[in-house]
């Protein structure tokens, strides 16, 4: 389920009583730093138009201004430009180091390589000093690029979450030192679903399947659980549990 928000402008809200508005409630915005928020429940949906245009918010007989924010669950990446240093051939396999100081987190190093048709290991290793002895072990990726037989390619290392000033990447000959182009990091950040208890019973009904029938001669049925959801609320994804409740 998305979650929906009204960013307020102020301090502390409390609804007004106007004889042209249907329904009205206090509404006391949720403590947090800068803005204050209320979160749009399931009776403010049934009872707004579903698009919200029709909330208005008042303190003190003063109409508030406000932003409406929406957010649903799903995955973020902000992507960095990085410098390639010192690509070179080290005991026949092919060595650079990635300048991260303008990366403040990273768990993800998109490299623009200009090779073609190859697989390729790449090690990952991490340092604070370019020079330093001791490299952290970040792991290893296969690097790829099967585009002429239309099989994709990858040419992205995944890592642990990490603020190393400095990546050393060794890959196999494959890919040449001069085609080592640059490329961005960055961190996937995930923003969390909302998930909601349904209150009411499933209503539970049988429908007939095919008159074929299954694989050992017994007629096919479907199970079918309707569930009633708040009018407006907007819904992504329902998940049934034990097949007894449901939560959307």
Same mark, same amino acid.
């Given at each position: 389920?998305?979650?929906?928000?009204?960013?307020?402008?102020?301090?502390?809200?409390?609804? !007004?009583?106007?004889?042209?508005?249907? @329904?009205? #409630?206090? /509404?006391?915005?949720?403590?947090?730093?800068?803005?204050?928020?209320?979160?749009?429940? $399931?009776?403010?949906?049934?009872?707004? #138009?579903?698009?919200? %245009?029709?909330?208005?918010? @008042?303190?003190?007989?003063?109409?508030? *201004?406000?932003?409406?924010?929406? $957010?649903? %669950?799903?995955?973020?990446? $902000?992507?960095?430009?990085?410098?390639?240093?010192?690509?070179?051939?080290?005991?026949?396999?092919?060595?650079?180091?990635?300048?991260?100081?303008?990366?403040?987190? @990273?768990?993800?190093?998109?490299?623009?390589?200009?090779?073609?048709?190859?697989?390729?290991?790449?090690?990952?290793?991490?340092?604070?000093?370019?020079?330093?002895?001791?490299?952290?072990?970040?792991?290893?990726?296969?690097?790829?690029?099967?585009?002429?037989?239309?099989?994709?390619?990858?040419?992205?290392?995944?890592? *642990?979450?990490?603020?190393?000033?400095?990546?050393?990447?060794?890959?196999?000959?494959?890919?040449?030192?001069?085609?080592?182009?640059? %490329?961005?990091?960055?961190?996937?950040?995930?923003?969390?679903?909302?998930?909601?208890?349904?209150? /009411?019973?499933? /209503?539970?009904?049988?429908?007939?399947?095919? !008159?074929?029938?299954?694989?050992?001669?017994?007629? %096919? !049925?479907?199970?079918?659980?309707?569930?009633?959801?708040?009018?407006?609320?907007?819904?992504?994804?329902?998940?049934?549990?034990?097949? #007894?409740?449901?939560?959307?």
């Amino acid at each position: 389920m998305t979650r929906t928000v009204l960013g307020l402008l102020a301090a502390l809200l409390v609804a !007004n009583s106007f004889s042209f508005f249907k @329904y009205e #409630r206090p /509404a006391e915005p949720a403590k947090s730093s800068g803005e204050h928020y209320v979160v749009v429940d $399931e009776t403010l949906w049934e009872h707004a #138009r579903p698009d919200l %245009g029709d909330v208005r918010i @008042y303190s003190q007989q003063t109409e508030i *201004p406000y932003k409406l924010i929406t $957010e649903s %669950g799903g995955t973020e990446t $902000e992507q960095k430009s990085f410098r390639v240093l010192q690509p070179a051939t080290v005991g026949g396999k092919t060595q650079f180091l990635l300048d991260m100081s303008g990366v403040a987190e @990273y768990d993800r190093i998109e490299l623009k390589l200009a090779t073609k048709d190859f697989v390729a290991h790449a090690r990952v290793e991490g340092q604070d000093d370019p020079h330093g002895a001791r490299w952290a072990d970040l792991g290893t990726t296969t690097l790829y690029d099967l585009s002429t037989e239309k099989l994709g390619r990858n040419s992205t290392l995944q890592i *642990p979450v990490t603020n190393y000033k400095f990546l050393r990447i060794t890959v196999d000959r494959a890919v040449k030192p001069e085609d080592v182009e640059g %490329g961005t990091a960055g961190i996937t950040r995930a923003q969390k679903a909302v998930w909601r208890d349904l209150s /009411a019973v499933p /209503a539970i009904s049988q429908q007939n399947g095919n !008159n074929r029938g299954d694989s050992d001669g017994r007629q %096919g !049925n479907t199970t079918v659980l309707s569930f009633s959801i708040p009018a407006n609320v907007p819904v992504e994804r329902v998940a049934a549990q034990a097949m #007894r409740s449901a939560c959307v």
